[in-house]
């Protein structure tokens, strides 16, 4: 019994306290050290060359981010790496790259034949054209520029010119 009175004496010693942010604050818990960003636009990212190291940081001030996300641009609320990249013409992301992969872009595939047709699943999102893509779909033979959605259909050459499923007869 009297084991167990101080193995419960010495759990209860062990606990924090009220006074606890107090000790944390004054630097008698060595432990107590983690990393703050000032996040001057309240997206959650912070500016890495505006750092503390504290226990906690200063509780009237909500601009104090414990994210281990750095902002590239702490002025714009729109622009993190939580952002997703829009036609914009600014890094959205921070990723260092203008309008890479925007969510808002057109789905250009991919077209070697130079039919004005691409195929499904070769595609690239993208805000503006790029060269050797084009914006329809439907082609089903990429290698040749006379098969096509929309293209002549020979009854009986065992060719599906027009990509609808059958050889056209």
Same mark, same amino acid.
């Given at each position: 019994?009297?084991?167990?009175?101080?193995?419960?004496?010495?759990?209860?010693?062990?606990?924090?306290?009220?006074?606890?942010?107090?000790?944390?604050?004054?630097?008698?818990?060595?432990?107590?050290?983690?990393?703050?960003?000032? $996040?001057? %636009? @309240? #997206? =959650?990212? &912070?500016?890495?060359?505006? +750092?503390?190291? *504290? !226990?906690?940081?200063?509780?009237?001030?909500?601009?104090?981010?414990?994210?281990?996300?750095?902002?590239?641009?702490?002025?714009?609320?729109?622009?993190?790496?939580?952002?997703?990249?829009?036609?914009?013409?600014?890094?959205?992301?921070?990723?260092?790259?203008?309008?890479?992969?925007?969510?808002?872009?057109?789905?250009?595939?991919? $077209?070697? %034949? @130079? #039919? =004005?047709? &691409?195929?499904?699943?070769? +595609?690239?999102? *993208? !805000?503006?054209?790029?060269?050797?893509?084009?914006?329809?779909?439907?082609?089903?033979?990429?290698?040749?520029?006379?098969?096509?959605?929309?293209?002549?259909?020979?009854?009986?050459?065992?060719?599906?010119?027009?990509?609808?499923?059958?050889?056209?007869?």
């Amino acid at each position: 019994m009297a084991r167990l009175m101080v193995l419960l004496l010495a759990v209860v010693l062990a606990c924090p306290t009220e006074d606890s942010a107090d000790q944390a604050a004054q630097g008698s818990w060595a432990h107590c050290d983690y990393s703050f960003t000032w $996040d001057g %636009d @309240g #997206d =959650g990212c &912070g500016d890495a060359t505006r +750092g503390i190291n *504290a !226990c906690s940081p200063d509780a009237t001030d909500e601009h104090w981010s414990g994210s281990d996300c750095t902002d590239c641009d702490d002025s714009n609320p729109d622009v993190s790496p939580r952002q997703p990249e829009m036609c914009d013409g600014i890094d959205n992301n921070c990723d260092g790259v203008i309008d890479d992969d925007p969510v808002d872009g057109i789905r250009w595939l991919k $077209d070697d %034949d @130079g #039919d =004005g047709y &691409g195929l499904d699943g070769m +595609g690239v999102r *993208a !805000c503006e054209q790029p060269e050797g893509r084009v914006a329809p779909d439907g082609d089903c033979n990429d290698h040749a520029a006379d098969v096509h959605p929309g293209a002549l259909d020979i009854c009986g050459d065992d060719l599906d010119s027009d990509c609808d499923g059958d050889d056209g007869c």
